[in-house]
């Protein structure tokens, strides 16, 4: 599976697929550990009909601002998964159909075709241009993070 080292190279593969219906980001340890095809809800363990995952299409509300900047954020929002999920969770791009909804109203998907690893250089670059860009002070969407005062 090819590595996304640049950001640019990212949104060059968004951007080809427009309107991306079918390309999503996987926090996992990869194509070959999710071989059942299946995630569990973290609160209840029941098996789920798909893989979590998050959809790198851009929704309509998004209007004409960056397509750069949609695709750093939907990586920012969940980087928490790499130290949530243990050692070797890494976001990699995946092609795929959307089969249900998971307890967080994410997308659960089948894999159809693993596309490639994101390096840690472009979660950088897009932590860098979320914190540039941001209106407020915005972290990934943590649960367990602090409460607000």
């Known amino acids: 599976m090819r590595t996304f080292a640049d950001l640019t190279d990212l949104v060059a593969l968004v951007e080809d697929r427009t309107p991306a219906r079918e390309l999503y980001v996987r926090w996992s340890r990869g194509p070959e550990a999710d071989n059942d095809r299946r995630s569990r809800d973290g609160l209840s363990g029941v098996p789920l009909p798909g893989l979590s995952a998050n959809s790198l299409a851009v929704e309509p509300w998004w209007g004409d601002r960056p397509l750069r900047l949609w695709v750093a954020r939907r990586l920012h929002d969940y980087r928490h998964l790499r130290e949530r999920r243990g050692p070797g969770t890494r976001p990699w791009i995946l092609e795929g159909s959307e089969v ?38 915005w972290g990934p969407l943590d649960r367990e993070g602090p409460s607000p005062a």
């Open 100 to 137: 249900g909804r998971g307890p967080d109203n994410e997308p659960l998907v089948t894999c159809r075709h693993p596309i490639g690893w994101i390096a840690d250089d472009v979660l950088a670059e897009c932590e860098h241009l979320v914190e540039d860009h941001a209106a407020t002070n």
